[in-house]
C-alpha cells in the first residue's frame, strides 16, 4: 500500500481542482469566479451570484430573468413535508429540521438518480424552496401559522415576507432590511473545500443525489466551529453583556487552553491577516444599525472586543481576527432573525456554493473520496470466549 501521510484536518492536503472559487489567505482577498467579493457584495443580486457560481459566468438579462422565474415558481413546498415538519417538538433547532426535510426531499423527488442533467430542477428546486422551508421553524416557535410564498416578491423580500407576515397586519418588507440580507447571503455563498462544502463533494462522490448531498453538508456546516459560530459569537457577546461587560475575564478564558473556551468569530484556517467578508460585514453591521435606528448595546460589545483581542499578544501571535461570522449575527438581529437561526441564514447563503460544487464535482467525474489511514491498534488477537474474558 506504500507510506500514507497523516495530515489531521488536511491542513496541507488538497482534495480537489476547482475553477470555482479565489482564495489567498495571507492577502485576504476573496473571488467568485474571478469577480472580487467587494464588487459582488455591493452590485450584484443573491440570485446573480448563485447563477455565476452554478454555471460560472454571470448571467445576462434573459438568462437571469429565465433563472429568477424558474426559482419563484417553484418557491411552494409539497404539502406533505410540512406534515413530516409538523412531528417535529416545538423547540427544535431550525438546523436539524432544515438538514431533515432537505434529505426528505430525496424521496419526494425520486427522478435525481436518473438526472442525466446536472444542471435540472433539482437545483431550481434546492434554491426556491430552502428559504421556505427555513421559515417554518420559526413560525412554529411564534406558534404562528406558517406564510406561504409570494412569487411577485425578490428572493430576499419573498424570505423577509414568509418570516415576518402577519395574517393580522400588514407588513411591507423594508429595503433596507432586503438590501441588508442579500449582501449577507452573497458574502456567504462560497468558500471553497470548508468542512461543509468537502462534506457535499465526498458524499457526492459516491454519486449520491444532490439532495442527501446537501443534507450533509447543512449538517456539517451546524458545528460551532464552523457555521455554528455565529450563534455562538453573540452567545458569547450576550454573556458578556450579562456578566457585567468584563471584557478581560473572556479574553484570559480563550488564552487559557485548559478552559475549553474560544472566542468566537476568531481565527480562520486559512485567512492569516483578515478575513475579507469581516470587513465588509463589520461596515455594513454599523448601516444597517444607522438606517433602521438602532442601538445594540452587543455591537459596542463587539467593537471593544476586537479592540482589545487584537491589542493581545495572543491573538496576535497567532494571527487570530474577526471572521464571517463575528458581526453577521449583529445584522442578523438588526433584521429581526432570531439567534438560532443565524446558521440557517449561513445554510441560504452557502447553498450555491455547494450545488455549484457539487456540480463541479460530477461534472469533472471525480473518483470516490476515500481517505487513507495509519491503524494503530493491535494487528492480531486471538478470540476469547465470553466465559473467559
Ligand atoms: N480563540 C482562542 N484561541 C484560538 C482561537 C480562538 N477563536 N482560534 C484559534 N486559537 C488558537 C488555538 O488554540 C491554537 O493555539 P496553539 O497554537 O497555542 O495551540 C492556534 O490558535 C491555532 O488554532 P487552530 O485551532 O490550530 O487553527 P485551525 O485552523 O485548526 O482552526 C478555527 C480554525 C476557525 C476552527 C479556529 O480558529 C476556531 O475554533 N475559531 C472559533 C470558531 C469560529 O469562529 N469558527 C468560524 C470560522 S469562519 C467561518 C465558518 O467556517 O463558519
Given at each position: 500500500?506504500?507510506?500514507?501521510?497523516?495530515?489531521?484536518?488536511?491542513?496541507?492536503?488538497?482534495?480537489?481542482?476547482?475553477?470555482?472559487?479565489?482564495?489567498?489567505?495571507?492577502n485576504?482577498?476573496?473571488?467568485?469566479r474571478?469577480?472580487s467579493?467587494?464588487?459582488?457584495?455591493?452590485?450584484?443580486?443573491?440570485?446573480?451570484?448563485?447563477?455565476?457560481?452554478?454555471?460560472?459566468?454571470?448571467?445576462?438579462?434573459?438568462?437571469y430573468?429565465?433563472?429568477?422565474?424558474?426559482i419563484?415558481?417553484?418557491?411552494?413546498?409539497?404539502?406533505?413535508?410540512?406534515?413530516?415538519?409538523?412531528?417535529?417538538?416545538v423547540?427544535?433547532?431550525?438546523?436539524?429540521?432544515?438538514?431533515?426535510?432537505?434529505?426528505?426531499?430525496?424521496?419526494?423527488?425520486?427522478?435525481?438518480?436518473?438526472?442525466?442533467?446536472l444542471?435540472?430542477?433539482?437545483i431550481?428546486?434546492?434554491?426556491a424552496?430552502?428559504?421556505?422551508?427555513?421559515?417554518?421553524?420559526?413560525k412554529?416557535s411564534?406558534g404562528?401559522?406558517?406564510?406561504?410564498?409570494?412569487?411577485?416578491?425578490?428572493?430576499c423580500?419573498?424570505?423577509l415576507?414568509?418570516?415576518?407576515?402577519?395574517?393580522?397586519?400588514?407588513?411591507?418588507?423594508d429595503?433596507?432590511?432586503?438590501?441588508a440580507?442579500?449582501?449577507?447571503?452573497?458574502?456567504?455563498?462560497?468558500?471553497?473545500?470548508?468542512?461543509?462544502?468537502?462534506?457535499?463533494?465526498?458524499?457526492?462522490?459516491?454519486?449520491?443525489n444532490?439532495?442527501?448531498?446537501?443534507?450533509?453538508?447543512i449538517?456539517?456546516?451546524?458545528?460551532?466551529?464552523?457555521?455554528g459560530?455565529?450563534q455562538?459569537v453573540?452567545?458569547?457577546?450576550?454573556a458578556?453583556?450579562n456578566?457585567g461587560?468584563?471584557?478581560?475575564?473572556?479574553?484570559?478564558m480563550?488564552?487559557?487552553?485548559?478552559?475549553?473556551?474560544?472566542?468566537?468569530?476568531?481565527?480562520?484556517?486559512?485567512?492569516?491577516?483578515?478575513?475579507?467578508?469581516?470587513?465588509?460585514?463589520?461596515?455594513?453591521?454599523?448601516?444597517?444599525?444607522?438606517?433602521?435606528?438602532?442601538?445594540?448595546?452587543?455591537?459596542?460589545?463587539?467593537?471593544?472586543l476586537?479592540?482589545?483581542?487584537?491589542e493581545?499578544?495572543?491573538?496576535?501571535?497567532?494571527?487570530?481576527?474577526?471572521?464571517?461570522?463575528?458581526?453577521?449575527?449583529?445584522?442578523?438581529?438588526?433584521?429581526?432573525?432570531?439567534?438560532?437561526?443565524?446558521?440557517?441564514?449561513?445554510?441560504?447563503?452557502?447553498?450555491?456554493g455547494?450545488?455549484?460544487?457539487?456540480?463541479?464535482?460530477?461534472?469533472?467525474?471525480?473518483?470516490?473520496?476515500?481517505?487513507?489511514?495509519?491503524?494503530?491498534?493491535?494487528?492480531?488477537?486471538?478470540?476469547?470466549?465470553?466465559?473467559?474474558?
Open positions: 500500500t506504500g507510506h500514507i501521510t497523516i495530515d489531521a484536518g488536511y491542513k496541507n492536503t488538497g482534495a480537489t481542482k476547482s475553477a470555482i472559487t479565489f482564495l489567498d489567505g495571507e485576504g482577498i476573496l473571488n467568485y474571478g469577480y467579493i467587494e464588487d459582488l457584495a455591493e452590485k450584484a443580486t443573491f440570485l446573480e451570484v448563485a447563477y455565476l457560481l452554478i454555471f460560472g459566468e454571470l448571467p445576462t438579462e434573459k438568462e430573468a429565465d433563472f429568477e422565474y424558474e419563484r415558481t417553484h418557491t411552494l413546498v409539497n404539502e406533505d413535508m410540512r406534515k413530516i415538519f409538523e412531528g417535529f417538538p423547540n427544535a433547532h431550525p438546523m436539524g429540521v432544515l438538514s431533515s426535510l432537505v434529505s426528505a426531499m430525496s424521496a419526494f423527488y425520486p427522478d435525481h438518480q436518473d438526472a442525466e442533467d444542471t435540472s430542477l433539482h431550481i428546486r434546492l434554491l424552496k430552502l428559504p421556505t422551508i427555513a421559515t417554518w421553524s420559526f412554529k411564534q404562528h401559522p406558517v406564510n406561504y410564498p409570494q412569487n411577485d416578491l425578490d428572493y423580500s419573498n424570505f415576507n414568509m418570516m415576518f407576515a402577519l395574517p393580522v397586519a400588514s407588513y411591507e418588507v429595503p433596507v432590511v432586503a438590501k440580507l442579500n449582501k449577507l447571503l452573497i458574502l456567504h455563498a462560497d468558500h471553497e473545500q470548508n468542512c461543509s462544502t468537502s462534506t457535499v463533494r465526498l458524499v457526492g462522490s459516491s454519486q449520491a444532490i439532495y442527501s448531498s446537501i443534507s450533509a453538508g449538517s456539517a456546516l451546524w458545528g460551532p466551529l464552523h457555521g459560530a455565529n455562538e453573540i452567545e458569547m457577546l450576550e458578556i453583556k456578566d461587560g468584563d471584557i478581560q475575564k473572556y479574553i484570559d480563550a488564552k487559557d487552553k485548559t478552559s475549553g473556551f474560544r472566542l468566537f468569530g476568531f481565527g480562520h484556517r486559512v485567512y492569516k491577516n483578515f478575513d475579507p467578508r469581516a470587513r465588509i460585514i463589520k461596515k455594513a453591521a454599523d448601516d444597517v444599525l444607522n438606517k433602521l435606528g438602532i442601538k445594540d448595546p452587543v455591537l459596542e460589545i463587539a467593537q471593544k476586537e479592540k482589545a483581542a487584537l493581545d499578544e495572543y491573538f496576535v501571535k497567532r494571527k487570530l481576527y474577526p471572521n464571517v461570522d463575528f458581526y453577521s449575527g449583529i445584522i442578523y438581529r438588526a433584521l429581526g432573525i432570531p439567534t438560532n437561526m443565524f446558521t440557517v441564514m449561513f445554510a441560504i447563503g452557502r447553498l450555491p455547494w450545488i455549484a460544487q457539487w456540480k463541479e464535482m460530477r461534472t469533472n467525474k471525480e473518483p470516490i473520496g476515500r481517505p487513507r489511514q495509519v491503524y494503530t491498534g493491535p494487528v492480531k488477537r486471538d478470540f476469547v470466549a465470553m466465559s473467559e474474558r
